[in-house]
T-cell receptor, first 115, second 115 residues
Framework: NAGVMQNPRHLVRRRGQEARLRCSPM?????VYWYRQLPEEGLKFMVY????????ESGMPKERFSAEFPKEGPSILRIQQVVRGDSAAYFC?????????????FGSGTQLSVL | AQKITQTQPGMFVQEKEAVTLDCTYD???????LFWYKQPSSGEMIFLIY??????QNATEGRYSLNFQKARKSANLVISASQLGDSAMYFC????????????FGTGTSLTVIP
């Protein structure tokens, strides 16, 4: 049973380019979360999605960032016109249900570097 | 106010000794869960242990135990018989019933095990 799969592991972009980060949740998990981690900091919530629906995007910057979780295929976090401040590790996590006792299963993260 | 506070940026422990990593939390929700994750230098987030707000006993998982003091709102992680492979970042996290979408993470504690 494969875990949460994220790709690429490392992504290098120049300022102004687009970054696309992919996440395939664990089999049977329909709840996907994206987190951002800056150096020496904890994880900051960005967005929570279920299949074809954005449930909570309160942690997502209002501009340039978008996320989707289509009926078929992986969840995508898209960053348009990247800036140096977007450089960070982006983690995807999934869970089978939503509840205060449900742990999150994390992927290995995508390290985005903006030149 | 911070939901999760980890006041120890870095800790050192001698191999085979026990170490306690501190975590305090802030919530008015009577239903919540507390989690500890380990992040080794490779970057992945590894779930260690869970404690529910209604659990009467402290959680234990192998060498990991959680010292849960509800009145003080603390959920300290105790690692017994430290091993070199325990060197990593450790994050405390909380999930509430009312805001179940979100996992709140602390800023982490860097643990170094000394041979």
């Amino acid at each position: 049973n494969a875990g949460v799969m994220q790709n690429p592991r490392h992504l290098v972009r120049r300022r102004g380019q687009e970054a696309r980060l992919r996440c395939s949740p664990m089999k049977g998990h329909s709840h996907v979360y994206w987190y951002r981690q800056l150096p020496e900091e904890g994880l900051k919530f960005m967005v929570y999605l279920q299949k074809e629906n954005i449930i909570d995007e309160s942690g997502m910057p209002k501009e340039r960032f978008s996320a989707e979780f289509p009926k078929e295929g992986p969840s995508i976090l898209r960053i348009q016109q990247v800036v140096r401040g977007d450089s960070a590790a982006y983690f995807c996590a999934s869970s089978p249900e939503v509840g205060f006792n449900e742990k999150l299963f994390f992927g290995s993260g995508t390290q985005l570097s903006v030149l | 106010a911070q939901k999760i506070t980890q006041t120890q940026p870095g800790m050192f422990v001698q191999e085979k000794e026990a170490v306690t990593l501190d975590c305090t939390y802030d919530t008015s929700d009577p239903s919540y869960g507390l989690f500890w994750y380990k992040q080794p230098s490779s970057g992945e987030m590894i779930f260690l242990i869970y404690q529910g707000s209604y659990d009467q006993q402290n959680a234990t998982e192998g060498r990991y135990s959680l010292n849960f003091q509800k009145a003080r709102k603390s959920a300290n992680l105790v690692i017994s018989a430290s091993q070199l492979g325990d060197s990593a970042m450790y994050f405390c996290a909380m999930r509430e019933w009312t805001t179940g979408n979100q996992f709140y993470f602390g800023t982490g504690t860097s643990l170094t095990v000394i041979p």
